[in-house]
């Protein structure tokens, strides 16, 4: 059942749009409101009054009326849904969301989200095999979306392939998961550290790596995801924040440090930042001038605070599971093994971050997950599906254990 699920429904431009008519008539049989968005050319298919007769709501089209915007703003329309289904998706609107263009009512929604998004794509087959389609679908994909259909068959254009829009009952069936299945960590507290630090030297320079933070995003939104409500702590990156989650911007480790203490009681700490050994000793106030002649300046250094050691020190505020990471370019179980007794952890994830494999920057790792049943060698995959591995695994074991609050 869907009792109390608030779902906006996105109508764009496709003959499929009939469909989301029986839609949002099984959606409320089921126990949930429905709103809905229609684009201007899901309107050539479909009447604002027929949704709104069977939504019991009225229909928002128009991103520049005054009474649209007085009533209910384009935020305030996402922010009041559960789940963002656009049904049905058309090419156009997948490519416009890829784009993050926000040209219309609709596109503005899905760029403002950080709501789950629901696609059902149809269109006709050569525009779902187009490279252009493809391309976009799995942009989103990355991104988060969650993609029911096409499904294979007869076509309104007479052709026959993959296309059709998934039929109601398939549709609500995808919401359902969504919202209320596979969400072992909802009610459970997750803390993630991503990306770089910046040590700063002085206000212009600084003492950095090669970091992305597209490992630790991954699996901060793998976590929310499953449903754990999740605090994403980002050193300096080129991403943007993923939707679903906190994010809390910092540059030093000392202050990733005090973002993470911040966060009060979490259930699991997942620390795959890169965070800096070392800091400046003593930063300048000032840039420090070239002088002619002189010698280099010496650089003094210092320790940086070890975050993942202090989050796995025992104590009532321990999470029940500390996960360290070990970016290693040689012995990487051996340095790993031995990482994961002195700094404390449960587990860790080792993996290989010599530049022949590509794995700083890039798409995919390849990851050995170590914990107290020994070490596990993953294989090759996109740095997203170690993320939703690592989650699955954490959600298992965090199911047998109390909840954060419960241990304050
Ligand atoms: O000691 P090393 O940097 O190799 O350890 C890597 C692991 O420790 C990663 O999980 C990293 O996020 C964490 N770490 C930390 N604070 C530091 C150094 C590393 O949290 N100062």
Not at 15 to 22: G, H, R, T
Not at 149 to 155: E, V
Request: aromatic fraction near 2%; proline fraction near 6%.
């Amino acid at each position: 059942m869907l009792n109390g699920k608030r779902i906006l429904l996105i109508v764009a431009g496709g003959i499929a749009a009939f469909k989301s008519l029986e839609l949002i008539r099984r959606l409320r049989e089921r126990g949930a409101s429905v709103r809905c968005v229609l684009t201007a050319s899901g309107a050539r298919f479909v009447t604002p009054l027929s949704l709104q007769a069977l939504s019991e709501d009225r229909v928002y089209s128009d991103m520049f009326s005054l009474t649209d915007e007085s009533e209910m703003g384009h935020i305030q329309l996402s922010r009041d849904a559960d789940l963002l289904v656009v049904a049905p998706a058309t090419a156009n609107i997948l490519a416009r969301m890829a784009a993050g263009l926000a040209d219309d009512l609709a596109a503005t929604v899905l760029l403002a989200t950080d709501k789950p998004v629901l696609a059902a794509p149809a269109m006709n087959v050569r525009m779902w095999t187009h490279a252009a389609t493809v391309a976009n679908v799995e942009t989103l994909k990355k991104r988060g979306v969650t993609f029911i259909g096409p499904n294979d068959g007869a076509m309104a254009c007479n052709e026959h392939g993959p296309g059709r829009m998934s039929e109601p009952e398939e549709i609500v069936a995808a919401i359902e998961a969504m919202l209320t299945q596979n969400r072992p960590l909802a009610g459970k507290r997750a803390l993630v550290t991503a990306g770089p630090t910046r040590e700063a030297i002085d206000p212009v320079r600084y003492i950095s790596n090669h970091s992305s933070g597209k490992q630790g995003q991954a699996i901060a939104s793998a976590l929310a995801r499953l449903g754990a409500d999740v605090t994403l702590v980002s050193g300096p990156v080129a991403l943007a924040d993923p939707p679903g989650l906190r994010v809390v911007h910092v540059e030093s480790a000392d202050q990733m440090l005090a973002a993470c203490l911040a966060a009060g009681a979490v259930d699991v700490a997942v620390c795959a930042a890169a965070v800096a050994d070392w800091k400046s000793g003593r930063p300048a106030a000032a840039k420090i001038k070239k002088k002619q002649g002189a010698a280099p300046p010496a650089l003094e250094l210092a320790p940086n605070p070890d975050i993942l050691a202090t989050l796995s020190k025992p104590g009532a505020k321990r999470p029940a599971l500390v996960v360290g990471f070990a970016a290693e370019t040689e012995n990487l179980v051996a340095n790993a093994l031995d990482k994961r007794k002195r700094k404390g952890c449960d587990w860790i994830v080792a993996n290989d971050v010599s530049p022949a494999t590509g794995t700083f920057g890039g798409e995919r790792n390849t990851v050995h997950l170590i914990s107290d049943k020994g070490v596990e060698d993953w294989p090759t995959m996109p740095k997203e599906e170690v993320a939703v591995r690592l989650a699955e695994r954490i959600a298992g074991h965090l199911g047998r254990t109390r909840p954060a609050a419960a241990a304050e």
